[in-house]
């Protein structure tokens, strides 16, 4: 008589519902702190400080918007704007400049090109902590410190950057299109400006949104660079108005509502430029 084995059954732990389950807790707990974050922005100073900020009821946003719009001579959009044109200006620069570099490391052959990617691969192993201090002195030594300059020049520099751009470069720009470009006439500036720039926009989107977090997010160098609070980026307006909750409490809404703020640019950024980052963009341009 065949006798015929049963497949043997999957624990408990690796089906379904149990995989569900373990995904639908760790996402709660990933967004538990963007919910705290939505209802406390709408809560007043006895509610945050009465250890109630989930709850739905006592809603104040408007008038904690109009106390963040008004406080200080409405500093806190100013220190928004700063943020904008650091993360902003700086992101878009520092991905072109990474483009620029990965691009010719990937496309052209010069003497001691490896040694120096090398270099710049070394380079991704400083943490920028360590560099804080160094790039104050020479700031200071060119008389930019406590100015735009001095969180801005610092922002275009990013070596991650030059690595995932020449990876990117790899993929996406088939050095037959660039003969092609070149036997048609086109100069170098040419072939890249119209064509290496085009097909390797989706790693430019991905530098850009890496490099725009980071500087949104930045706070060490704000912090070493800048003196003036008319300069400060809003992280560090942000830190600036939370050290005053101690003996004004009235700041703390004001701290929670700016928070929530400054995660807007954020999500519209991802959210907006998402539609770049598509497989494949160079697909069928080689016959």
């Not at 104050?136 to 100015?147: F, R």
């Not at 101690?246 to 907006?272: D, K």
């Given at each position: 008589?065949?006798?015929?084995n ?11 519902t ?16 963007l ?11 006895p ?15 408007g ?15 100013r220190?928004?704007?700063n943020?904008l044109?650091y ?16 691009y010719a490391?990937?496309?052209y052959?010069?003497?001691?090109k ?16 360590a ?6 002195l ?9 100015t735009f ?8 520099v990013?070596?991650f ?13 088939p ?5 092609a ?7 170098e ?9 085009r ?12 490099q725009?977090?980071a ?6 160098l ?6 003036d ?9 942000l ?6 909750t ?13 928070s ?20 494949g ?7």
């Amino acid at each position: 008589m065949i006798s015929i084995n049963n497949p043997k059954r999957r624990p408990w732990s690796l089906s379904r519902t149990a995989v569900n389950g373990a995904l639908l807790l760790f996402t709660l707990y990933t967004l538990l702190p963007l919910g705290w974050l939505l209802t406390a922005s709408a809560k007043n100073t006895p509610d945050l400080l009465g250890g109630n900020p989930l709850s739905v009821a006592n809603f104040h946003l408007g008038q904690n918007l109009h106390d963040l719009a008004t406080t200080d001579g409405g500093i806190y959009f100013r220190w928004y704007l700063n943020s904008l044109l650091y993360a902003g200006g700086g992101a878009l620069l520092c991905a072109f400049i990474c483009v620029c570099a990965g691009y010719a490391f990937e496309v052209y052959a010069f003497r001691g090109k490896e040694k120096l990617f090398g270099l710049v691969l070394l380079g991704v192993l400083v943490p920028t902590t360590a560099l804080a201090l160094p790039m104050y002195l020479l700031a200071s030594e060119i008389g930019v410190v406590n100015t735009f300059w001095a969180v801005l020049l610092p922002s275009l520099v990013n070596p991650f950057g030059v690595y995932l751009a020449r990876v990117f470069c790899a993929g996406y720009v088939p050095g037959e299109v660039l003969e092609a470009a070149r036997m048609d006439g086109a100069g170098e500036l040419r072939t890249f400006w119209s064509i290496g720039l085009r097909m390797v926009m989706p790693g430019f989107v991905t530098v850009f949104l890496f490099q725009f977090t980071a500087i949104w997010n930045n706070f060490f160098l704000p912090l070493v660079m800048l003196s003036d609070s008319k300069l400060f980026p809003v992280s560090l307006g942000l830190y600036s108005w939370n050290t005053l909750t101690r003996s004004e409490p009235t700041f703390y809404p004001l701290v929670v509502t700016g928070s929530l703020l400054a995660v807007v640019p954020l999500v519209v950024a991802f959210v907006s430029l998402q539609r770049h980052w598509k497989a494949g963009l160079t697909a069928g341009s080689v016959k």
